[in-house]
Each structure stands twice: as structure tokens, then as C-alpha cells.
């Protein structure tokens, strides 16, 4: 998918959603949802939620865990369901993300264009929740930021059928509910719900992160960034939103760090290393985690504080592969 492709698939993967949202709500004025709509809605809703979160994010991203190579397809596929772009191009976006968040190069940080007062708040939000995927000029080159990834062919072959794989996250659903109903309304209604409505609010859920994950919230430690944890996005984002404690530790698996802070798909991670699915899982350990805290605040907090990003993947010489790579819970990546 080059540059025009994905310009017009984003406007294409916007519209279509919402005008899906439209017709969800006409058929629920005239109460005409039944439970196997909202079966396939929440079905759906979890495939893609734990594709972006864990496949997209903790797995590719991150490298916070491995897993087999069926497992690390299906949540990868799973991710690409999701809509919100082929695996490396959204990989090689998050990536540069944490290099200079908040910064300048930041793909979608709220604080880029220096606007102040509250127009400026409201631009800043607009290009951080969607606004920035509309920009022709953005490049994240995955051979630079994601050379890893870039030779895995498993996530080439997905990148470059990314398209068949959104469509086939709109056609599932429907037959699920062709399955769970027997009927031609049954299939229609879950393409709706499943697919569409799925996609609409799901992405939304994800671009709240970059958003408001960035503007409103609680910080736990003072990073080089602005970034926030948004406890009632914690359950509908699976753990994602606890934004600052992901930024302070970006290669953790578990984004939640206290007992409270409900981690979705921490808890999914910790049950596949326990049915020996998953291995080599970054935990923090809480001495770490409070010496980590404490040169943070030394150092300074926000967008504003000295930071020295680390070289792309690409430029550090000595990891030809990801298992080559060193393992640092405070690394970018």
C-alpha cells in the first residue's frame, strides 16, 4: 500500500464506519437489534481489540513477550481486522512515536504546532485523535524504524494483503451472525455491528489514547513527554490506556501497574505464558520500577525535559533479529 492507497483507505476506512454507526442507530430507534448483533458486536470487539493492543502493540511494537508462529499470525491478523493499518506501516508510526513523543517528529502528538489557549488545545487534539492520518507528507520508513519486522514474512505477506485481511474483519462477522440467527438479515446485521460499528468505535477507542492520553489524565511518573493514564478508557482500550506507565516502561508487557489498574491484555499474556504459549515476558520489577521513578522526576518532567532519543532499530548496528536485540524495559522499543 503506497502513500495515495492509504490516503483514500483512511478517508474510505473514516466514512464508512460512521455512516455504519448512522445506520446502528436508526435500527436501534426502531428496537430492531437482537442479541445475535450484539454476540457478533462483542466478539468482534474483542478479536480486534486484543489484535491491536497485543498483536500491533506489545508484540510487534514492543517485543514485550514472544509466542508461536500461529499465535503471532492470528494477532497480528486479528490487528489488521482492526482497520487501523497494514502491521508495518502502524508499527514504524507507534515506534517513532516513543522516540520523540511529544516532540518535534512526533506523528500525532497533540502539542505540534506550539498552539496555546484553548483553539490550540482543541487543533492539537483533532491531529492527535485522527487529523494526522490525513497527512499526505507523513513517512515512517519500516526498513529504518522496523527492520525486525521487515524481514518476518509472515508480517510482509500481511502488510501487502493488508486490504483482503479488513475485508475478511467485515465478512466474519456476518457469517457469524448468518450462524447465529439463519438468516439473510442475521448476516446483514452483523456486518453492521460486527464489522462497522466495531471498527468505528474500536479506532476511536485507540485514537483516544494518542489524544486524550496525551492531554487529560493522571501521571505516575514524570516522563519526557506528556503522556497520561485515562482510567476509564482502561477497560474499552484493554489495558492500553494506562498511557504514562506505558511510556515509563514502553517494552513491559503489563501496561497496568497497580492492582487496580485493569490490564486486559496483561492478563491474557500472563495466561498464554502460563499455558506455555508465551515466553520471554518483560515484567517489571518493582525495585526497578520505583529507581526508574525517582531519575525520572531528577530529570524533569513533560515535553519540555532534556531527552536524548535512541537511534531507530535500524542505525544501532549489532541486532541483525529481534532475538538479537538487547533487552532494556526502558528502551523506545
Known amino acids: 500500500m503506497n502513500g495515495r492507497e492509504h490516503y483514500f483507505y483512511i478517508i474510505a476506512a473514516s466514512i464508512l464506519p460512521f455512516v455504519g454507526v448512522i445506520a446502528a442507530m436508526i435500527l436501534l430507534w426502531n428496537s430492531l437489534v437482537g442479541p445475535a448483533d450484539l454476540v457478533v458486536f462483542v466478539i468482534m470487539s474483542v478479536i480486534g481489540g486484543l489484535g491491536v493492543s497485543i498483536g500491533y502493540h506489545r508484540l510487534l511494537a514492543h517485543r514485550a513477550f514472544k509466542t508461536n508462529r500461529p499465535l503471532k499470525i492470528f494477532f497480528v491478523t486479528a490487528g489488521a481486522m482492526a482497520g487501523q493499518g497494514p ?3 502502524w508499527v514504524a508510526h507507534h515506534r517513532r512515536h516513543h522516540r520523540v513523543a511529544d516532540k518535534a517528529g512526533d506523528p500525532h502528538s497533540p502539542y505540534y504546532n506550539g498552539e496555546v489557549g484553548f483553539v490550540g488545545m482543541m487543533k492539537g ?3 492527535s485523535h485522527l487529523g494526522w492520518l490525513f497527512d499526505k507528507d507523513l513517512t515512517s520508513d ?12 509472515d508480517i510482509r505477506f500481511l ?5 483482503p ?3 475478511a474483519g467485515l465478512l466474519l462477522p456476518g ?20 464489522g462497522l460499528v466495531r471498527m468505528f468505535i474500536g479506532n476511536h477507542v485507540t485514537y483516544a489514547v494518542n489524544s486524550i492520553g496525551h492531554v487529560f489524565g493522571r501521571r505516575r511518573f514524570d516522563t519526557a513527554d506528556e503522556s497520561r493514564n485515562v482510567a476509564w478508557l482502561a477497560i474499552p482500550s484493554f489495558g492500553e490506556s494506562w498511557h504514562n506507565n506505558h511510556h515509563a516502561f514502553p517494552r513491559s508487557a503489563r501496561h497496568g501497574f497497580r492492582w487496580w489498574e485493569v490490564d486486559l491484555s496483561a492478563m491474557t499474556i500472563f495466561s498464554l505464558e502460563k499455558l506455555h504459549l508465551a515466553s520471554d515476558v518483560i ?8 529507581q526508574r521513578a525517582d531519575g525520572l522526576t531528577r530529570v524533569g518532567t513533560g515535553r519540555s525535559a532534556p531527552h536524548q532519543p535512541s537511534r531507530p532499530l535500524a542505525e544501532r548496528g549489532q541486532a541483525s533479529t529481534k532475538d538479537k536485540a538487547p533487552v532494556d524495559v526502558a528502551d523506545v522499543e
Open 159 to 163: 502488510s501487502i494483503n493488508f486490504l
Open 175 to 194: 457469517l457469524l451472525g448468518l450462524a447465529l440467527t439463519g438468516t439473510l438479515a442475521g448476516f446483514l446485521t452483523g456486518i453492521l455491528w460486527g
Open 87 to 89: 502491521p508495518l506501516i
Open 165 to 167: 485481511v479488513v475485508l
Open 142 to 153: 519500516p526498513v529504518r524504524y522496523c527492520p525486525d519486522l521487515c524481514r518476518d514474512s
Open 283 to 290: 515484567r517489571i520489577d518493582p525495585v526497578k520500577l520505583q
Open 125 to 127: 487534539l483533532w491531529h
